[in-house]
């Protein structure tokens, strides 16, 4: 079956303007997670989403950050007025269920801002 | 918080021999899940290895193996017959396991091994 698709690979942006990521997770996982991997912070936690409950937003790192869930499927992260060191892999995973499940992988979204 | 420590940044085997990659981490919880995440140049992350705290016995797939030392607080991952395919980046990730912890993955800062031909 299909595995956890991200929409664009590859995003080059102005400092200043908000972008939008996209994550399908596979069909039927409940949990869907965001990570952002970058080269000084290594692999960081963002949000998480488990069926209709309110999402974790423990780890947006700023109030420009923020995503959602819709139809508990599809998960958009957006980001306003983007900055030079929001530049990072941004990371989806889903899982069937809560604890100690294996997490899938996206492939990544690279977000490049100039 | 949970803390997980990788501290040698690279390494490098040659194919067919055996190598073992360090991992530690820091947590008061009792209960929780311990896994090593491989991911390739292609940046897909993949589950090599997954450990219950709760079981003493250490898990295996296939040529990758576990050392598992609850009271050390050490996870390593020993790679037996190094294949070309195993080089890519390896990172070692906690996962609290208590009723109604978020099942986040607190991850380490992952070591690049090389396997040589």
């Known amino acids: 079956g299909a595995g956890v698709s991200q929409s664009p690979s590859n995003k080059v942006t102005e400092k200043g303007k908000d972008v939008e990521l996209r994550c399908d997770p596979i069909s039927g996982h409940t949990a869907l997670y965001w990570y952002r991997q970058s080269l000084g912070q290594g692999l960081e936690f963002l949000i998480y989403?488990?069926?209709?409950?309110?999402?974790?937003k423990s780890g947006l790192p700023s109030d420009r950050f923020s995503a959602e869930r819709t139809g508990g499927s599809v998960s958009t992260l957006t980001i306003q007025r983007t900055q030079q060191e929001d530049s990072a892999v941004y990371l989806c995973?889903?899982?069937?269920?809560?604890?100690?499940?294996?997490?899938?992988f996206g492939p990544g979204t690279r977000l490049t801002v100039l | 918080a949970q803390t997980v420590t990788q501290s040698q940044p690279e390494m490098s085997v040659q194919e067919a021999e055996t190598v073992t990659l360090s991992c530690t981490y820091d947590?008061?919880?009792?209960?929780?899940?311990l896994f090593w995440y491989k991911q390739p140049p292609s940046r897909q992350m993949i589950l090599v290895i997954r450990q219950e705290a709760y079981k003493q016995q250490n898990a295996t797939e296939n040529r990758f193996s576990v050392n598992f030392q609850k009271a050390a607080k050490s996870f390593s991952l020993k790679i037996s017959d190094s294949q070309l395919g195993d080089t890519a980046m390896y990172f070692c990730?906690?996962?609290?396991?208590?009723?109604?912890?978020?099942?986040?993955?607190?991850f380490g800062k992952g070591i690049t091994l090389s396997v040589r031909p």
């Open positions: 995973a889903s899982s069937l269920t809560q604890l100690g499940n294996e997490q899938f």
């Open positions: 990730a906690f996962m609290k396991s208590s009723t109604g912890a978020n099942s986040k993955l607190t």
């Open positions: 947590t008061s919880e009792s209960n929780y899940y």
């Open positions: 989403f488990q069926g209709n409950s309110a999402p974790d």
